[in-house]
């Protein structure tokens, strides 16, 4: 048995024969949707269809309601004491009239679901084998565990997991935030469910594999007739993957219809701010920013001297890591250099060894080989007092914004920590420094008080520069600093970085699998693939002249990169 002929069976077992002389009935419809937790209501009035074998995108910023109404389709809302009005029909039969045990029967089977993040969407104490075969075991005549084995293979080699048997074995912590993805996409798909609610299904994958599994999404949906319901905030994936798209901002839909038509002539202004947010539609979104950079560094107290030596340098580094019996080469003679106040990107797919090399910068890995040095002196983990004084002049900025500020502190007290930890100064001067901090990531005065749980994401990532920015650091280490959020907030956390290395001279090591946003605010770029280099070279000339098949393909996987509307 396949993952295809369970869909095919699924959707016999279900549906009733159509009647020819009538259209298709939508395989999911939406009528006059409306969400409220307690008094205050937070989606409108929506409505949409899906229809078998078409993709609908629903998309808009953080708080948009778009994740609200994914979850009321789902039925996942009950916990959260959340009151649904309106219809929600599948395949014919109303879902928020059914039982709870009517309901159940569905999930997996007829509805599956792909959730947003990956680390915290599995057990971390059992295999993910254990996990798979709890999907499998949903399938309809799947009783014998060699028939359970056969549809998991089928599923993760579907979805492009390498060395499947050693995945299996893994827990989810030993795997990367890209495989995780892979694995809750082949769980979804096994059961042969009948329609997807994808969750921002690719918002925390490189582009290549971003690619693959979107890719894969449009194999499925064209091969079994499953229809999509894909929420994005990225409006360059809808256009490329969904046939219709609603727009949604603060609970309401601003537009929809036809993506081609969205997408190159939006009616609404919020859509078209949407639009312009898309780093793959405008390469030179920050170029007037980035040449004011510029002028200051060829005059004034930032302009560099004369045969000034690069500020961070890393020559030949390499770093092995034993993982089970054998060697991983994680870093394999890696070199890069970066000019004082100006911006180099570390770009590949996950397991390229971008981390490993920014976290040997810091001083977090011990190299096997090779040495790093930040403004001449060499970073060196065995001198905890030499890596003390360093690491005042060289901060980061972390990946993901929900898990790297202490849930018990304040926003001034978050910001302040580097400054007690370093003794900076008397109480007043550590509270000036904390405020121009917070003034440097344009943070409103209303949320200093607050604490994390009640900001939204890209308040999240503003405290989070802001700590980095309060010890006057030179280096900025920016680990994925925008990937976990929507687009027209990271365009605005974007500008504030690039502000801020203009105002300020700060150099940047921009680690990102993103190249639609490496193409907007980085100088020079090393394009890693397994743990060694295979391109290097100022971002126009590799984007316009990439030498490397490598690249070719990393740039191709662009979302919105030379295409502008959706093919059915």
């Not at 915290?120 to 104490?125: G, K, R, T």
């Not at 890696?334 to 910068?361: M, P, Y």
């Not at 979302?559 to 502008?564: S, W």
């Amino acid at each position: 048995m396949s993952i295809l002929q369970n869909a095919r069976d699924t959707q016999g077992a279900v549906a009733p024969s159509p009647d020819p002389s009538l259209p298709p009935a939508p395989l999911l419809q939406v009528c006059g949707l409306r969400v409220a937790y307690g008094d205050t209501e937070v989606v409108h009035d929506v409505s949409f269809s899906v229809a078998e074998g078409s993709a609908l995108a629903l998309i808009g910023e953080s708080g948009s309601g778009k994740s609200t109404i994914a979850r009321a389709v789902l039925r996942l809302l009950a916990s959260r004491r959340a009151r649904v009005d309106g219809s929600i029909t599948l395949q014919g039969r109303e879902l928020t009239t059914l039982r709870d045990g009517e309901f159940l029967a569905l999930r997996g089977r007829v509805l599956g679901f792909v959730p947003q993040d990956p680390g915290s969407s599995l057990n971390p104490v059992r295999s993910i084998g254990a996990q798979a075969h709890e999907a499998a075991a949903l399938v309809p005549g799947a009783r014998r565990r060699a028939d359970r084995e056969a549809l998991v293979r089928t599923a993760f080699e579907r979805v492009g997991i390498e060395d499947p048997l050693r995945i299996l074995r893994s827990f989810p912590h030993q795997l990367s935030g890209g495989q995780l993805q892979r694995v809750l996409i082949a769980l979804a798909i096994l059961p042969g469910p009948r329609l997807l609610v994808a969750d921002e299904p690719t918002s925390a994958l490189d582009v290549t594999v971003q690619k693959q599994i979107l890719d894969l999404l449009d194999d499925l949906r064209r091969e079994l007739g499953i229809g999509v319901l894909l929420i994005t905030h990225d409006l360059a994936i809808a256009a490329a993957r969904a046939q219709a798209v609603v727009v949604l901002q603060d609970g309401e839909v601003r537009e929809a219809g036809p993506t081609s038509q969205v997408f190159t002539a939006p009616r609404s202004a919020y859509s078209r701010a949407l639009r312009a947010d898309v780093p793959g539609l405008d390469a030179d979104r920050f170029a007037s920013v980035r040449a004011q950079r510029d002028a200051r560094r060829t005059e004034g107290t930032l302009a560099r001297r004369p045969g000034e030596e690069p500020h961070v340098v890393a020559s030949g580094i390499s770093r092995t890591f034993r993982v089970g019996e054998r060697d991983v080469r994680a870093v394999d003679d890696v070199s890069f250099a970066i000019a004082r106040g100006s911006t180099h990107a570390l770009v590949g797919e996950s397991g390229s060894g971008k981390s490993t090399a920014a976290r040997s910068l810091l001083g977090l890995e011990r190299l096997d080989a090779g040495t790093l040095t930040v403004g001449g002196r060499q970073v060196d983990p065995a001198d905890g007092r030499g890596l003390r004084d360093l690491r005042r002049h060289l901060q980061i900025v972390h990946q993901n914004p929900f898990t790297s500020l202490d849930p018990r502190f304040t926003v001034q007290r978050i910001v302040r920590e580097p400054l007690d930890l370093y003794r900076v100064g008397d109480r007043a001067l550590r509270a000036e420094r904390t405020a121009w901090a917070l003034d440097a990531v344009r943070l409103p005065s209303a949320v200093r008080s607050r604490r994390p749980a009640a900001l939204s994401g890209g308040q999240r990532q503003r405290v989070a520069i802001a700590r980095a920015l309060a010890l006057h650091p030179d280096v900025l280490v920016l680990d994925e600093p925008t990937s976990a959020l929507d687009v027209t907030v990271q365009a605005g956390i974007l500008e504030v970085l690039l502000a801020l290395q203009r105002d300020l001279g700060l150099t940047y090591l921009f680690i990102s699998h993103d190249l639609g946003v490496v193409r907007q605010v980085a100088d020079t770029l090393t394009v890693l693939r397994r743990g060694t280099v295979v391109e290097s070279g100022s971002v126009r000339d590799v984007f316009t002249n990439p030498q490397d098949e490598y690249t070719r393909r990393l740039i191709a996987s662009i979302p919105a990169h030379g295409r502008t509307a959706v093919a059915a």
